[in-house]
């Protein structure tokens, strides 16, 4: 069963950014269509950005031009660098596969605030 470890997260002025990763371990993440979620205080968890196994890319239209997902499949690990970023993107990051696993990690936060 695969095991994701988010991390990365933090406090960050708007404007800011950061970088997360997640790590993988029990499976190869390469062969999928790996995601980043976010849920932020009362909202629906919500897909915001998806690398296909093939290297193409898809955002949320509220992240696009802002955030950039990346994997290093020699790693096992995928990325979100997060720029511009902006206090309506608080929320807890998770990763895990596009049409996710049932098991998740424990996410990262991540707060934009002044």
């Known amino acids: 069963q695969v095991q994701l470890v988010e991390s990365g997260g933090g406090l960050v002025q708007p404007g800011g950014s950061l970088r997360l990763s997640c790590a993988a371990s029990?499976?190869?993440?390469?062969?999928?269509?790996m995601a980043w979620y976010r849920q932020a205080p009362g909202k629906q968890r919500e897909l915001v950005a998806t690398?296909?196994?093939?290297?193409?890319?898809d955002y949320a239209a509220s992240v696009k031009g802002r955030f950039t997902i990346s994997r290093d499949n020699a790693k096992n690990t995928v990325y979100l660098q997060m720029n511009n970023l902006k206090p309506e993107d608080t929320a807890v990051y998770y990763c895990?596969?596009?049409?996710?696993?049932?098991?998740w990690g424990q996410g990262t936060q991540v707060t934009v605030s002044s």
């Open positions: 895990n596969r596009n049409g996710p696993w049932n098991s």
């Open positions: 029990g499976s190869a993440l390469s062969t999928y269509h």
């Open positions: 690398i296909f196994n093939y290297g193409g890319t």
